[in-house]
């Protein structure tokens, strides 16, 4: 009965290099009885070969269990270890302190109750410190044990304590947090790790042990019933379960609940857990629940309480973590996720980046790795969410990369813009079939890609004569006249360039909206614009056409100039030279314009256009 009604705490351990994170950790699991003698044997023979106490016992080693770890003495993955007090149970998260791996601290830090933040009494703080620290308030730890550790390193003198309290709270004032408690130890000899210690009689506060076991991280209010779909589970004609793991609230049956995004309401008719039937689930249990009637749900749709709905929205303002090599570039397409749903999304702005020493709130275009930002978000789809402060699991998101597939941030939801409720589609009399038809033709945006010199503008010119002197409605957009008017206020940055390709494809979708060919004559050099611009476009209307060219013949070439500037120098963020062209993958229609004349290849790209 004592051991089931024990509540369990999950915390991680964080803060910069070297600060002993891994250590406090392995000193927590041997006094809490939880390494067993073959371990503490494996241990010990461990630390004479790679530990980093002269031959005694090196507790790190518990947690660090990759051969790099164990070679280089540092913590590169987030290790996971489990202990229990008679008080409470344990989940502990060690993650690394190299900035290279912030993304492994957010991880840890995304399901934990508190953290224990580690500083070198030798050093102080420093700027991991902080980010951490920054990083553990976004994500929602309200609990922080700063614990000044290697206090033996420096006497255990108490005003070197004081100050580096005195130093963070100050620091950690804008952080929010519900609780700071600090705590002077020295994880190497146990000193105020589970027991008080007697070399540090200055201090009459709790050890770290005590403190976590008598912490309260109870919530405070009782949440609503949230439940995303994650698979929808069929064997047979007889049952159609719908399984997910709760998100906040319980659920019975009998329990009137409204389905999102339909807005459907029905009553839960039977709770499974497992292969049971149980009266009630509460947050945390994986389920798979029934209906009254039948239902049309899927993966990614989410069931809650009817008297109590979710709201949806495509447009938030959402707190940040960029964790991607390559910048952030507002207007580029990511996918995200929210709990169960995917869909594609796109920063519409950056509204500042944090300082992490300062906590300043300065203005930004892109951001790099490990920046802290808030920014506006849209999304492709209405999701169903929640505030990241009220929920976790419904307010948390990932983005992907839509190419490589790599996680590039970590976000967190703060509210849905109000333009996202204010602003609806227009049922409209007319559409863009009945404006095709009266002009005898079928829509189409060719768009076509390649670097200064190669040709576009020659071919795409010709194309629009050939297409007009057939009767067809077209509009050429090209990429030197549309930075006259347009887009005039962009340069030649990546960030400027992903938002000209932006514009140009929401006009360029228009204009086929109205019935026209439109030609798109740009560089373009980017894969994932060229495909956000493709996306706007129903089946077969989008037609690329790579106009290729070898970097040598565009410079001879160089009709513009442009090259001669950039090689002296004068012209910065020239693709081809000192920017990069990412060469389509699977294009309609291919040309070399070293081997195919103009004509002939206007003939290949109205043979493809007529055929389709």
């Given at each position: 009965m004592?051991?089931a ?55 790190a ?7 790099a ?25 060690d ?10 601290m ?26 951490h ?12 044990v700063?614990?000044?550790?290697k206090?033996d ?6 005003e070197?304590?004081?100050g ?8 950690a004032?804008?952080?929010g ?10 994880a ?5 790790v ?5 070399r540090?009689?200055?201090?009459d506060?709790?050890?770290?042990l ?17 439940m ?14 719908y ?12 329990d009137?609940?409204?389905l ?10 039977k ?22 009637g ?38 580029r ?8 749903k995917?869909v ?7 509204k500042?980046?944090?300082d ?22 849209s999304?492709s ?16 998101f990932i ?19 109000r333009?996202?409720s ?11 079939d ?28 010709l ?13 050429l ?7 006259h008017?347009l887009?005039?206020?962009l ?11 932006r514009?140009?494809?929401e ?25 956000l ?5 129903g ?54 314009t070293?081997?195919?004349h ?15």
């Amino acid at each position: 009965m004592g051991a089931a009604a024990k509540t369990t705490l999950r915390f991680i351990t964080c803060g910069s290099v070297d600060d002993g994170k891994s250590t406090l950790i392995g000193r927590l699991l041997h006094e809490s009885r939880s390494v067993y003698d073959d371990q503490m044997a494996a241990l010990e023979r461990d630390s004479r070969e790679y530990g980093t106490q002269g031959g005694n016992v090196d507790y790190a080693l518990l947690l660090d269990g990759l051969q790099a770890e164990r070679e280089q003495g540092i913590t590169i993955d987030v290790a996971y270890r489990f202990f229990a007090t008679p008080a409470r149970r344990y989940i502990v998260a060690d993650s690394p302190g190299h900035e290279q791996y912030t993304r492994n601290m957010a991880t840890a830090a995304s399901t934990g109750d508190a953290a224990v933040i580690l500083v070198d009494a030798r050093k102080g703080i420093l700027v991991q410190t902080r980010r951490h620290s920054r990083i553990a308030a976004m994500m929602g730890i309200a609990h922080v044990v700063l614990a000044v550790n290697k206090m033996d390193l420096v006497g255990f003198d108490r005003e070197v304590f004081e100050g580096i309290v005195h130093e963070y709270r100050r620091f950690a004032a804008e952080c929010g947090f519900e609780s700071l408690t600090a705590i002077p130890l020295c994880a190497l000899e146990g000193d105020n790790v589970t027991q008080r210690s007697r070399r540090i009689r200055w201090y009459d506060g709790p050890s770290l042990l005590e403190y976590l076991d008598a912490l309260d991280v109870a919530p405070r209010r009782e949440l609503a019933f949230r439940m995303p779909v994650r698979y929808v589970n069929r064997p047979n004609q007889d049952f159609r379960g719908y399984c997910g793991r709760i998100a906040a609230g319980s659920v019975a049956p009998g329990d009137a609940v409204r389905l999102l995004p339909s807005g459907v309401e029905t009553a839960i008719a039977k709770v499974h857990a497992g292969f049971d039937e149980v009266d009630r689930a509460t947050a945390g249990d994986s389920v798979a629940v029934t209906f009254a009637g039948e239902v049309d749900l899927s993966r990614g749709d989410v069931v809650v309480a009817a008297k109590d709905p979710a709201p949806m929205a495509d447009q938030f303002e959402a707190r940040i973590l960029w964790l991607g090599g390559h910048a952030l570039l507002p207007g580029r397409p990511y996918l995200l996720r929210i709990h169960a749903k995917e869909v594609t999304a796109t920063v519409t702005g950056i509204k500042h980046r944090l300082d992490i020493d300062s906590g300043a709130r300065l203005a930004a275009k892109t951001l790099a790795m490990n920046e802290i930002a808030v920014v506006n978000l849209s999304t492709s789809h209405p999701v169903v969410f929640e505030r990241y402060a009220d929920n976790r699991v419904m307010g948390a998101f990932i983005l992907i990369d839509k190419l490589t597939f790599e996680t590039v941030a970590a976000g967190m939801v703060d509210f849905a813009l109000r333009r996202a409720s204010n602003i609806h589609w227009q049922a409209l009399s007319l559409d863009k079939d009945v404006r095709a038809a009266i002009k005898h033709q079928r829509p189409r945006c060719i768009w076509f890609t390649g670097l200064s010199g190669s040709g576009k503008s020659t071919i795409a010119n010709l194309l629009e004569k050939r297409l007009h002197a057939d009767g067809k409605h077209t509009y050429l957009l090209d990429g030197d006249n549309v930075r006259h008017g347009l887009n005039r206020d962009l340069g030649f940055t990546e960030a400027d360039r992903v938002e000209n390709i932006r514009r140009v494809s929401e006009v360029a979708r228009l204009m086929v909206d109205a019935g026209l060919i439109v030609i798109v004559s740009f560089i373009s050099p980017y894969r994932a614009e060229r495909r956000l611009a493709r996306g706007m476009f129903g089946e077969g209307e989008f037609v690329e056409v790579f106009v290729d060219a070898p970097l040598a013949v565009c410079e001879a070439r160089d009709p513009k100039g442009l090259y001669a500037k950039a090689r002296r120098g004068d012209l910065k963020n020239l693709t081809g030279i000192d920017s990069n062209y990412e060469v389509p993958e699977a294009p309609e229609v291919h040309l070399d314009t070293t081997s195919v004349h103009p004509e002939e290849s206007v003939d290949r790209i109205l043979k493809l256009v007529s055929d389709t």
